[in-house]
């Protein structure tokens, strides 16, 4: 049976985003959608691919990844001043890199159809 280490950081990162945004942001909704989606990819990541999903991704992939998600977070702190969308940024990029990466659930799903 696979780890559920991908539900329990999912659970609280959607914790920690919701106390943020109801605490500081003071944007329950969006706190909540954003909370929410933050929840569901971690669901999904250990689901489609249990264990360890992000040795799937070359280390190149990796690194440019972390670069855009730390540039994003950056910027929507430094100079945007809206942290939650960054958070939206950062989690749409790692989704993206993680699902399209050549060893990634796209491509194994591709892959069985052929």
């Not at 909540?32 to 689901?47: D, E, G, S, T």
């Not at 942290?83 to 659930?105: E, H």
């Amino acid at each position: 049976m696979p780890s559920t280490y991908w539900e329990r950081v999912g659970l609280v990162l959607a914790v920690l985003i919701l106390a943020y945004a109801v605490v500081v942001a003071q944007n329950v909704l969006f706190g909540l959608f954003l909370a929410a989606v933050v929840y569901l990819l971690a669901w999904l990541m250990h689901h489609v691919s249990p264990g360890r999903p992000f040795e799937e991704m070359s280390r190149e992939r990796t690194i440019a990844t972390g670069l855009v998600v730390v540039a994003a977070l950056a910027y929507a702190v430094l100079i945007a001043a809206n942290v939650l969308l960054g958070i939206v940024v950062a989690a749409t990029v790692v989704f993206v890199a993680w699902v399209t990466n050549p060893y990634g659930p796209v491509a194994r799903w591709l892959g069985r159809r052929t």
